[in-house]
């Protein structure tokens, strides 16, 4: 049997999916405290009882996307791995998550969270991106990657799999995301690498 604890952790976590799946779906303005209740399957009073406002789940969903993304940099970069074979798995795991975990990555990159959250930033200026930044700078230092500005490197790294991912779900391309890794990776390398290679 489950303590009232246990219950309440439930209830949050599904109100905060079914407040996602909202939100990438019908934008976070056109979705109100009753339609998040409604798809929950719960009453508005048990959703203020969790959150104090809309802003408030839109706020902890942020958190938790870019501490879902920060710890799987963090894995990766901080691996025994070379760098190419880090950087190989840096645009796998983005476009893995875009097919396993679409609701997730449509949350993070399409939601406008500098507008909702105050104090907000997009995803692009926060924790993940400066964690990718920071990744590239100290490889370069280190001559593992071509010395270019690191902004420009780290766009790279990231606007190539994250385009393509766009594209695919607005089926511009039906083939899976998985069918162009190793396309995708070689395009990347192809700026990133160092110039003695």
Not at 30 to 35: G, H, K, L, Y
Not at 59 to 88: C, H, P, Q
Request: hydrophobic share 40%; with cysteine; aromatic share 8%.
């Amino acid at each position: 049997m489950k303590t009232n604890e246990e219950r309440s952790a439930l209830t949050r976590e599904e109100i905060l999916k079914k407040a996602m799946k909202l939100f990438v779906a019908k934008g976070y303005y056109n979705t109100s405290i009753r339609d998040i209740a409604k798809e929950s399957k719960m009453s508005t009073g048990a959703i203020y009882h969790h959150f104090e406002s809309k802003e408030g789940i839109a706020a902890e969903l942020f958190d938790r996307i870019v501490l879902l993304l920060s710890n799987l940099f963090n894995k990766i970069i901080n691996s025994k791995d070379t760098t190419k074979n880090r950087i190989k798995e840096l645009v796998f795991n983005l476009l893995k998550m875009a097919q396993d975990d679409k609701i997730v990555l449509e949350y993070a990159l399409n939601v406008k969270h500098k507008e909702i959250i105050k104090g907000g930033k997009p995803i692009c200026s926060s924790g993940p991106f400066e964690t990718l930044l920071t990744f590239l700078k100290n490889e370069m230092e280190k001559g593992n990657i071509r010395k270019i500005d690191p902004y420009v490197a780290t766009v790279c790294l990231t606007g190539i799999p994250v385009r393509l991912i766009q594209i695919k779900w607005d089926n511009v391309i039906n083939k899976p995301l998985d069918e162009y890794k190793n396309e995708v990776f070689e395009c990347v390398w192809s700026v990133l690498k160092p110039d003695n290679c």
